[in-house]
């Protein structure tokens, strides 16, 4: 029912910035009082971690100590959508970037990927030297 689907990776130089998008659909905030959209990223070669959370009821946020003062991430309940504003990036930021639903609070899924209950395709970001 829900699905998602990533957008504005790319390729940027270390220090650049990019805006993610995740489009959300499939749902409404009707269906589910209380929900949490995370992202997530996977290097090549490494498992799968949490980088940031948004709280729908109240816009709560979470991020990974990795990317904190660094990553910023945000709501627009109009466009339906999450983005994850990159900055000051590095190459080991360097994966493919996940967004991903949960019905409830942020709560540890940044911590814990495996909370996650739907999750969309991924867009490659890829941060040269």
């Known amino acids: 029912e829900v699905q998602l689907v990533e957008s504005g990776g790319g390729l940027v130089q270390a220090g650049g910035s990019l805006r993610l998008s995740c489009a959300a659909s499939?749902?409404?905030?009707?269906?589910?009082?209380?929900?949490?959209i995370g992202w997530f990223r996977q290097a090549p070669g490494k498992e799968r971690e949490g980088v940031a959370c948004?709280?729908?009821?109240?816009?709560?946020?979470d991020y990974a100590d990795s990317v904190k003062g660094r990553f910023t991430i945000s709501s627009d309940n109009a466009k339906n959508t999450v983005d994850l504003e990159v900055n000051s990036l590095k190459p080991e930021d360097t994966g493919v970037y996940y967004c991903a639903f949960r019905v409830g609070w942020c709560g540890v899924m940044v911590q814990m990927p495996s909370m996650a209950e739907s999750w969309g395709q991924g867009t490659q970001v890829t941060v040269s030297s």
């Open positions: 499939g749902f409404t905030i009707d269906d589910y009082g209380i929900y949490a």
């Open positions: 948004i709280s729908s009821s109240d816009g709560r946020t």
